[in-house]
T-cell receptor, first 113, second 113 residues
Protein backbone atom coordinates (compact mmCIF):
# COMPACT_ATOMS: atom_id res chain seq x y z
CA UNK A 1 0.00 0.00 0.00
CA UNK A 2 1.10 3.54 -0.67
CA UNK A 3 2.30 5.25 2.48
CA UNK A 4 4.36 8.13 3.84
CA UNK A 5 6.50 7.75 6.94
CA UNK A 6 7.83 10.50 9.13
CA UNK A 7 10.45 9.11 11.45
CA UNK A 8 10.14 11.45 14.40
CA UNK A 9 6.83 12.32 16.03
CA UNK A 10 8.37 14.84 18.42
CA UNK A 11 11.59 16.81 18.12
CA UNK A 12 12.91 19.28 20.67
CA UNK A 13 15.80 21.56 19.75
CA UNK A 14 17.46 24.67 21.06
CA UNK A 15 17.58 27.83 18.99
CA UNK A 16 20.37 27.89 16.41
CA UNK A 17 20.52 24.10 16.24
CA UNK A 18 20.35 22.42 12.86
CA UNK A 19 17.20 20.55 11.87
CA UNK A 20 16.57 17.53 9.73
CA UNK A 21 13.16 15.85 9.59
CA UNK A 22 12.92 12.57 7.76
CA UNK A 23 10.25 11.58 5.26
CA UNK A 24 10.07 8.37 3.25
CA UNK A 25 7.37 7.15 0.92
CA UNK A 26 6.50 3.86 -0.68
CA UNK A 27 5.56 4.24 -4.33
CA UNK A 28 7.54 3.51 -7.44
CA UNK A 29 5.82 5.86 -9.85
CA UNK A 30 5.95 9.60 -10.46
CA UNK A 31 5.47 11.74 -7.37
CA UNK A 32 5.08 15.35 -6.37
CA UNK A 33 6.47 16.01 -2.91
CA UNK A 34 5.44 18.54 -0.29
CA UNK A 35 6.14 19.75 3.19
CA UNK A 36 3.31 21.53 4.93
CA UNK A 37 3.53 23.35 8.24
CA UNK A 38 0.94 24.14 10.87
CA UNK A 39 1.93 26.85 13.35
CA UNK A 40 0.09 26.86 16.68
CA UNK A 41 -3.48 28.04 16.18
CA UNK A 42 -3.08 28.45 12.43
CA UNK A 43 -4.14 26.51 9.37
CA UNK A 44 -1.96 24.18 7.34
CA UNK A 45 0.17 25.98 4.80
CA UNK A 46 2.65 24.97 2.15
CA UNK A 47 6.30 25.17 3.19
CA UNK A 48 7.90 23.85 0.00
CA UNK A 49 7.28 21.56 -2.94
CA UNK A 50 9.08 19.42 -5.49
CA UNK A 51 7.65 18.59 -8.88
CA UNK A 52 10.71 18.04 -11.08
CA UNK A 53 14.18 19.41 -11.82
CA UNK A 54 16.75 20.25 -9.17
CA UNK A 55 16.19 17.77 -6.32
CA UNK A 56 17.22 20.38 -3.76
CA UNK A 57 14.32 22.75 -3.27
CA UNK A 58 14.11 25.85 -1.16
CA UNK A 59 11.03 27.03 0.64
CA UNK A 60 9.97 29.83 2.90
CA UNK A 61 11.76 30.86 6.10
CA UNK A 62 15.08 29.27 5.18
CA UNK A 63 13.81 25.71 4.88
CA UNK A 64 15.02 23.35 2.18
CA UNK A 65 14.39 19.74 1.25
CA UNK A 66 16.23 17.20 -0.85
CA UNK A 67 14.55 14.58 -2.99
CA UNK A 68 16.59 11.40 -3.18
CA UNK A 69 14.78 9.16 -5.62
CA UNK A 70 16.85 6.05 -4.89
CA UNK A 71 15.99 6.29 -1.22
CA UNK A 72 12.35 7.36 -1.72
CA UNK A 73 13.08 10.21 0.65
CA UNK A 74 12.31 13.91 0.92
CA UNK A 75 13.95 15.17 4.09
CA UNK A 76 13.40 18.67 5.40
CA UNK A 77 16.36 20.71 6.64
CA UNK A 78 17.14 24.06 8.17
CA UNK A 79 20.67 25.00 9.22
CA UNK A 80 19.69 27.16 12.19
CA UNK A 81 16.22 27.01 13.75
CA UNK A 82 14.42 29.83 15.51
CA UNK A 83 11.85 29.79 18.28
CA UNK A 84 9.23 30.81 15.70
CA UNK A 85 9.77 27.51 13.88
CA UNK A 86 7.83 25.74 16.62
CA UNK A 87 5.08 24.01 14.69
CA UNK A 88 3.89 20.68 13.35
CA UNK A 89 5.43 19.61 10.05
CA UNK A 90 3.75 17.25 7.61
CA UNK A 91 5.28 15.50 4.65
CA UNK A 92 2.84 14.73 1.83
CA UNK A 93 3.23 12.88 -1.43
CA UNK A 94 1.02 13.22 -4.49
CA UNK A 95 1.13 10.02 -6.47
CA UNK A 96 0.12 9.90 -10.10
CA UNK A 97 -2.13 6.92 -9.51
CA UNK A 98 -4.95 8.92 -7.90
CA UNK A 99 -6.12 12.39 -7.06
CA UNK A 100 -4.99 12.27 -3.47
CA UNK A 101 -2.18 13.45 -1.30
CA UNK A 102 -0.87 10.79 1.03
CA UNK A 103 0.13 12.36 4.34
CA UNK A 104 2.64 11.46 6.97
CA UNK A 105 1.57 11.50 10.61
CA UNK A 106 3.45 14.74 11.27
CA UNK A 107 6.37 15.82 13.43
CA UNK A 108 5.86 18.22 16.29
CA UNK A 109 8.86 20.49 16.53
CA UNK A 110 9.49 22.48 19.69
CA UNK A 111 12.26 25.05 19.75
CA UNK A 112 13.51 26.06 23.17
CA UNK A 113 14.45 29.74 23.39
CA UNK B 1 -9.40 37.96 2.76
CA UNK B 2 -9.39 35.75 -0.31
CA UNK B 3 -8.36 32.51 1.34
CA UNK B 4 -10.42 29.41 2.04
CA UNK B 5 -13.20 30.07 4.50
CA UNK B 6 -14.90 27.47 6.70
CA UNK B 7 -17.95 27.75 8.90
CA UNK B 8 -18.67 27.17 11.67
CA UNK B 9 -15.26 27.11 13.27
CA UNK B 10 -16.47 25.01 16.17
CA UNK B 11 -19.57 22.88 16.54
CA UNK B 12 -20.64 21.04 19.67
CA UNK B 13 -23.47 18.60 19.22
CA UNK B 14 -25.12 15.66 20.93
CA UNK B 15 -24.75 12.16 19.60
CA UNK B 16 -27.38 11.39 16.99
CA UNK B 17 -27.75 14.94 15.71
CA UNK B 18 -26.93 16.04 12.18
CA UNK B 19 -24.29 18.68 11.47
CA UNK B 20 -23.33 20.57 8.33
CA UNK B 21 -20.11 22.37 7.56
CA UNK B 22 -19.59 24.89 4.80
CA UNK B 23 -16.45 25.65 2.82
CA UNK B 24 -15.90 28.61 0.50
CA UNK B 25 -12.78 27.96 -1.58
CA UNK B 26 -10.52 30.45 -3.28
CA UNK B 27 -12.70 31.70 -6.10
CA UNK B 28 -10.53 30.69 -9.06
CA UNK B 29 -9.81 27.20 -7.73
CA UNK B 30 -11.77 24.41 -9.39
CA UNK B 31 -10.63 21.60 -7.08
CA UNK B 32 -11.95 21.20 -3.56
CA UNK B 33 -11.02 18.66 -0.92
CA UNK B 34 -12.39 17.63 2.45
CA UNK B 35 -10.12 16.08 5.04
CA UNK B 36 -10.53 14.97 8.63
CA UNK B 37 -7.75 15.39 11.18
CA UNK B 38 -7.45 14.00 14.68
CA UNK B 39 -4.74 14.65 17.25
CA UNK B 40 -1.40 13.18 16.35
CA UNK B 41 -2.41 12.28 12.81
CA UNK B 42 -2.02 13.78 9.40
CA UNK B 43 -5.08 14.82 7.43
CA UNK B 44 -7.25 11.91 6.33
CA UNK B 45 -8.81 12.23 2.89
CA UNK B 46 -12.60 12.27 2.77
CA UNK B 47 -13.64 13.45 -0.66
CA UNK B 48 -12.64 15.48 -3.70
CA UNK B 49 -14.52 17.67 -6.18
CA UNK B 50 -13.48 19.02 -9.51
CA UNK B 51 -15.92 21.81 -10.21
CA UNK B 52 -19.31 20.38 -9.20
CA UNK B 53 -18.38 16.75 -9.81
CA UNK B 54 -17.48 14.56 -6.86
CA UNK B 55 -14.66 12.49 -8.36
CA UNK B 56 -13.37 10.60 -5.38
CA UNK B 57 -14.74 9.51 -2.02
CA UNK B 58 -12.84 7.68 0.65
CA UNK B 59 -13.91 4.08 1.18
CA UNK B 60 -13.50 4.75 4.88
CA UNK B 61 -16.35 7.22 4.73
CA UNK B 62 -19.60 5.81 5.99
CA UNK B 63 -22.98 6.50 4.41
CA UNK B 64 -23.62 9.01 7.18
CA UNK B 65 -21.25 11.41 5.45
CA UNK B 66 -22.27 13.32 2.34
CA UNK B 67 -20.76 16.25 0.52
CA UNK B 68 -22.00 18.53 -2.20
CA UNK B 69 -20.62 21.30 -4.31
CA UNK B 70 -23.52 22.81 -6.20
CA UNK B 71 -22.50 25.04 -9.11
CA UNK B 72 -18.85 24.31 -8.45
CA UNK B 73 -18.45 27.05 -5.87
CA UNK B 74 -18.92 26.50 -2.13
CA UNK B 75 -19.20 23.02 -0.67
CA UNK B 76 -21.03 21.48 2.25
CA UNK B 77 -20.16 18.42 4.28
CA UNK B 78 -23.02 16.86 6.21
CA UNK B 79 -22.69 14.23 8.90
CA UNK B 80 -25.92 12.49 9.86
CA UNK B 81 -26.57 10.76 13.18
CA UNK B 82 -23.26 11.87 14.61
CA UNK B 83 -21.23 9.52 16.79
CA UNK B 84 -18.53 10.33 19.33
CA UNK B 85 -15.94 8.93 16.93
CA UNK B 86 -16.80 11.71 14.50
CA UNK B 87 -15.20 14.25 16.82
CA UNK B 88 -12.34 15.74 14.82
CA UNK B 89 -11.20 18.76 12.88
CA UNK B 90 -12.74 18.88 9.41
CA UNK B 91 -10.51 20.61 6.92
CA UNK B 92 -11.36 22.03 3.55
CA UNK B 93 -8.74 22.81 0.93
CA UNK B 94 -8.81 24.08 -2.60
CA UNK B 95 -6.35 24.05 -5.45
CA UNK B 96 -6.01 25.09 -9.06
CA UNK B 97 -3.87 23.12 -11.45
CA UNK B 98 -0.82 22.13 -9.40
CA UNK B 99 -1.51 18.59 -8.16
CA UNK B 100 -1.11 18.39 -4.41
CA UNK B 101 -0.58 22.10 -3.82
CA UNK B 102 -3.46 22.81 -1.49
CA UNK B 103 -4.68 25.92 0.26
CA UNK B 104 -6.36 25.07 3.53
CA UNK B 105 -9.03 26.77 5.56
CA UNK B 106 -8.91 27.17 9.32
CA UNK B 107 -10.96 24.04 9.81
CA UNK B 108 -14.22 23.24 11.58
CA UNK B 109 -13.82 21.46 14.88
CA UNK B 110 -16.61 19.02 15.72
CA UNK B 111 -17.20 17.82 19.25
CA UNK B 112 -19.82 15.12 19.70
CA UNK B 113 -20.98 14.65 23.28
Amino acid sequence: AQSVSQHNHHVILSEAASLELGCNYSYGGTVNLFWYVQYPGQHLQLLLKYFSGDPLVKGIKGFEAEFIKSKFSFNLRKPSVQWSDTAEYFCAVYMDSNYQLIWGAGTKLIIKP
Amino acid sequence: DTGVSQNPRHKITKRGQNVTFRCDPISEHNRLYWYRQTLGQGPEFLTYFQNEAQLEKSRLLSDRFSAERPKGSFSTLEIQRTEQGDSAMYLCASSSTSPGELFFGEGSRLTVL
